[in-house]
């Protein structure tokens, strides 16, 4: 188990992503199924990738 310090306004422990592209992947799919549009960036908690309503 790993430790994961970024947690969301509710608590809740926010999807970590190790890589961009891997955060791109994600974004594309949660877009094309109708999600709100997303914003990739990179955590200066953790250094992984997170994604977010724009």
Do not use: W
């Amino acid at each position: 188990m790993f430790y994961n310090p970024c947690t969301d306004s509710y608590g809740n422990f926010k999807k970590r992503y190790s890589t961009y592209e891997h955060a791109m992947e994600v974004k594309r799919h949660q877009e094309s199924c109708g999600a709100h549009t997303l914003r990739i960036y990179r955590c200066p908690n953790c250094g992984y990738y997170h994604l977010t309503h724009t």
